[in-house]
């Protein structure tokens, strides 16, 4: 099949797919290599680029983030698929087909495969982006593992942080405290930590002490929290603002996008990955549904 080098207006792709993190790239991976015509849109700065130690992705002991998407572009690359790297700015249902704008031009395609992910929402500490992904987590799925035996810190400002103590003193450590981040804790809570052996502090953290490695926490009134790794309170927002011109179906909150076990949104030939869609956001997992997703729309080219 041929393949152009640059994509005039009036040429129509096969399947445009939007943010190079670990479910895009694997969809444009089989994508590429069932010769389609393929663009992958990207700019830096996603999720898995912070992750400094994977070490549960099957067949890779450990890799960086960085060094993953790193092997994963080339891979696409190898298999044909065209990269730019610029933000898609919107995309729209036309006629059976998708507008994407881009950079300031028009690209059309039969399918769009949305895996842009979402931003980290961090706390305001000083010096966090000093420990963020070294010492200082916000996911336990992914990181827990590492604080395994370590002085933890776990800091939050609602009541789930005592359910978060309990978890990461279950699975991890044995020497936990909770930092109930400008609230008081209920007596309830309180009696509970104590028969588990947490350790409680409330109060407000302003500064990450340390310089190579993480040695506490400072809070507003002075005192200091020794600790190795924190486990800290954080949030997401999706990268989804280009898909404001498409009514899809988002879950009970509104928030995540549903799809099918394929991956296909309510909008038919819309399909969805990773972060931005319902369930749980993990590198193997984003990779296994670019994978998925790609199949479905090689079946569905093949039928057209
Ligand atoms: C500190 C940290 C540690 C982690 N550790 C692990 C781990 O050990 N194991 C694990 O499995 N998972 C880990 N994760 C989670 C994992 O990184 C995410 O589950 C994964 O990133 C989800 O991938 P994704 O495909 O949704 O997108 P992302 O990795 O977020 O990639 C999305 C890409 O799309 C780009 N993009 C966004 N908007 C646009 C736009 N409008 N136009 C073009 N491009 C756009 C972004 O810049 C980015 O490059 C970790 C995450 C963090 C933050």
Redesign the pocket.
Known sequence: MERADSIGNETVLDCIV?????????ACIHLGRYNFRVML?????????????????LGIPVVS?PDL?ETGLSQAKSFGVMVEN????RVLGREGQFEVQ?GGKTFRSRFVIA??????TLAPFKNLHRF??HSY???M???GYRTTGKKLLVIDRTVNGVRMSVGMKQMYTKDVTFLAHGFSLAPVYRALLEEEGIGLVEGRPEELLGEATLEGVRLSDGRVIPCEVILGWGGISL????LEGLDVERDAEGFKIMTKSSGESSIPGLFV?????EG????????G??AEAAIEISTRIVEI
């Open positions: 939007i943010g190079a993190g670990p479910g895009g790239l694997q849109f990207d700019t830096p700065g996603g999720r898995t680029s912070y992750a400094k130690h994977i070490e549960n992705y983030g998407l610029v933000k898609v700015d881009a895996a842009s992910g979402a931003k980290e963020f992904g987590y916000t996911c799925i992914c990181d990268n989804e603002e280009y990955l990773g972060a931005l869609r749980h956001s993990q590198a193997i997992i984003s990779a549904q670019g």
